[in-house]
């Protein structure tokens, strides 16, 4: 087991690389001890966007915290899983310490890179200093005139082409998002305006046209976004979906709780693709403002009926339901996922505040409404969640927005998600009385 300073036991760490190869050591234990213990329930949760371990684990400490006194009866196990992914320091927390280098990067007048990202950065696309370092120098001097916004796309694009496997997509149509392959001018402007409507928090001009310098450092945000993305589905089918297999033989009394946040919510959705036939160990799945399409678990979707999510069906891998938590309150996930995915091609998408309802359905997160166009998906907010029987099998979309509702731009309230009702939630998902 790890950590002596974790809110609960018996806790045990999962480390994956970026190919979803497990630390052989972590992984042992975990299969050793998960009987030894009398582990009845064990719940696994995965980050998403974070930068080192002890980010990770400050998350479970705190996200697991009430957890023993809410199911005090209950033979519970709880297990984080460590993956490679990055976040930019300047993204709020809600009630985490803020790092010195993102109070700093407060006071500069530009988006300049803070050190604690740029760090972040160099890890995420290793061999790239120099690419990273020019892409730093751009956002800090703002060269004038469109070729410096086209030079700057230019540099972000190579970041992602060294990347030889990108991970699955979301679903079958799904490529590269056009943000990356289309004009980086239309794409700074938009990504501006959409930091305008916002409000002042945004880092826009106020009533002001917006400087499309202030959306370049969001292109490169999406950039490394879409990497960390389908790392995430990566890490889950090959890594974390064949171990809780390996599980299920060690342990077969086991039942299996997975959590996930952000891309973390896509890394443990795309566990049940990797789950080797035949295993139902998995009782439960709550989702934590996923990063990933809404439709990644329909058979067809709307536009495309031809075509279908990378997970269609796969919900029934699941011996009990699949929850999925959303709120409006989530701007990295109603403005910026939408626009990254789909760049629209008219000003209406910078108009106002929900961009995602601007460009329609197609482009939705399931954090942002729930999961989409699955037959059967219960709809319910988090009041009725708690206070009734969750259904016993399906998709669930639970508006969360009376608890997920504080933090500030770029990504809104899309890290609040420490809080004692999506822990009870997660208990009711999994029937942990």
């Given at each position: 087991?790890?950590?002596?300073g974790?809110?609960?036991?018996?806790?045990?760490?999962?480390?994956f690389?970026?190919?979803?190869?497990?630390?052989?050591?972590?992984?042992?234990?975990?299969?050793a001890q998960v009987?030894e213990?009398?582990v009845r329930?064990l719940?696994?949760?995965s980050?998403?966007?974070?930068n080192?371990?002890?980010?990770?684990?400050?998350?479970?400490?705190?996200?697991f915290?009430p957890?023993s006194a809410?199911?005090?009866e209950?033979r519970?196990?709880y297990v984080?899983?460590?993956w490679p992914?990055?976040?930019?320091?300047?993204e709020?927390?809600p009630d985490f310490?803020?790092?010195?280098?993102?109070?700093?990067?407060?006071?500069?007048?530009?988006?300049?890179l803070?050190?604690?990202?740029?760090r972040?950065l160099l890890?995420?696309?290793?061999?790239?200093a120099?690419?990273l370092d020019?892409l730093?120098?751009m956002?800090?001097?703002r060269?004038?005139g469109?070729?410096?916004?086209?030079?700057?796309?230019r540099?972000v694009r190579l970041?992602?082409?060294t990347d030889?496997n990108?991970g699955?997509?979301d679903?079958?149509?799904?490529?590269?998002p056009a943000?990356?392959?289309?004009?980086?001018?239309?794409?700074?402007?938009?990504?501006?305006?959409?930091?305008?409507?916002l409000g002042?928090e945004g880092g826009g001009a106020?009533?002001?046209?917006?400087d499309p310098w202030?959306?370049a450092?969001?292109?490169l945000?999406?950039a490394?976004?879409y990497r960390?993305k389908?790392?995430?589905?990566t890490?889950?089918?090959r890594?974390l979906?064949?171990?809780?297999g390996?599980l299920a033989g060690a342990a077969?009394?086991?039942?299996?709780?997975?959590v996930g946040h952000s891309?973390?919510?896509?890394?443990?959705?795309?566990?049940?693709?990797?789950l080797p036939a035949?295993v139902?160990a998995v009782?439960?799945?709550t989702?934590?403002q996923g990063?990933f399409?809404?439709y990644?678990?329909?058979?067809?979707?709307?536009?495309?009926p031809?075509r279908?999510?990378?997970l269609?069906?796969?919900?029934?891998?699941?011996d009990?339901?699949l929850?999925c938590c959303?709120s409006?309150f989530?701007a990295?996930?109603?403005t910026?996922?939408?626009?990254a995915?789909r760049l629209?091609g008219?000003d209406?998408?910078c108009?106002g505040g929900?961009?995602?309802?601007?460009?329609?359905?197609r482009?939705?997160?399931?954090g942002?409404d729930?999961a989409?166009?699955v037959?059967?998906?219960?709809?319910?907010d988090?009041a009725?969640?708690?206070g009734?029987?969750l259904?016993?099998?399906?998709?669930?979309?639970?508006?969360?927005?009376?608890?997920?509702?504080?933090?500030?731009a770029p990504t809104?309230a899309h890290?609040?998600?420490?809080?004692?009702?999506l822990?009870r939630l997660?208990l009711a998902?999994?029937r942990?009385t």
């Amino acid at each position: 087991m790890a950590d002596a300073g974790m809110s609960v036991t018996p806790y045990w760490e999962l480390t994956f690389d970026a190919d979803g190869d497990a630390a052989g050591p972590e992984r042992d234990r975990l299969l050793a001890q998960v009987t030894e213990q009398g582990v009845r329930d064990l719940v696994v949760f995965s980050h998403g966007w974070n930068n080192d371990r002890s980010g990770a684990t400050a998350l479970y400490r705190r996200f697991f915290a009430p957890v023993s006194a809410l199911a005090p009866e209950a033979r519970l196990g709880y297990v984080g899983v460590i993956w490679p992914s990055m976040r930019f320091s300047d993204e709020p927390i809600p009630d985490f310490p803020r790092s010195v280098a993102a109070v700093e990067a407060e006071a500069a007048p530009r988006p300049a890179l803070d050190k604690d990202s740029r760090r972040a950065l160099l890890e995420a696309f290793p061999g790239r200093a120099p690419v990273l370092d020019q892409l730093a120098r751009m956002l800090d001097e703002r060269p004038d005139g469109t070729r410096g916004l086209a030079e700057f796309g230019r540099l972000v694009r190579l970041l992602l082409d060294t990347d030889g496997n990108p991970g699955p997509a979301d679903t079958d149509e799904e490529g590269e998002p056009a943000v990356f392959g289309g004009d980086p001018v239309t794409a700074c402007e938009q990504f501006a305006g959409a930091l305008a409507a916002l409000g002042p928090e945004g880092g826009g001009a106020g009533f002001s046209l917006p400087d499309p310098w202030d959306g370049a450092k969001e292109l490169l945000r999406q950039a490394a976004y879409y990497r960390m993305k389908r790392r995430a589905g990566t890490v889950g089918e090959r890594g974390l979906g064949p171990v809780l297999g390996r599980l299920a033989g060690a342990a077969p009394g086991v039942r299996v709780h997975l959590v996930g946040h952000s891309f973390g919510g896509r890394l443990v959705a795309f566990a049940l693709r990797g789950l080797p036939a035949g295993v139902d160990a998995v009782k439960s799945v709550t989702l934590l403002q996923g990063a990933f399409s809404h439709y990644a678990f329909t058979d067809r979707l709307p536009h495309a009926p031809d075509r279908s999510g990378a997970l269609k069906g796969l919900q029934r891998r699941v011996d009990g339901p699949l929850v999925c938590c959303y709120s409006r309150f989530d701007a990295a996930l109603g403005t910026f996922y939408p626009l990254a995915s789909r760049l629209a091609g008219d000003d209406r998408a910078c108009a106002g505040g929900d961009i995602a309802a601007v460009l329609g359905p197609r482009w939705g997160a399931v954090g942002h409404d729930g999961a989409q166009a699955v037959p059967g998906t219960v709809r319910l907010d988090l009041a009725a969640a708690l206070g009734g029987r969750l259904p016993a099998s399906g998709c669930v979309n639970v508006d969360a927005a009376a608890v997920v509702h504080r933090g500030g731009a770029p990504t809104g309230a899309h890290s609040d998600i420490v809080h004692p009702e999506l822990a009870r939630l997660v208990l009711a998902a999994g029937r942990i009385t």
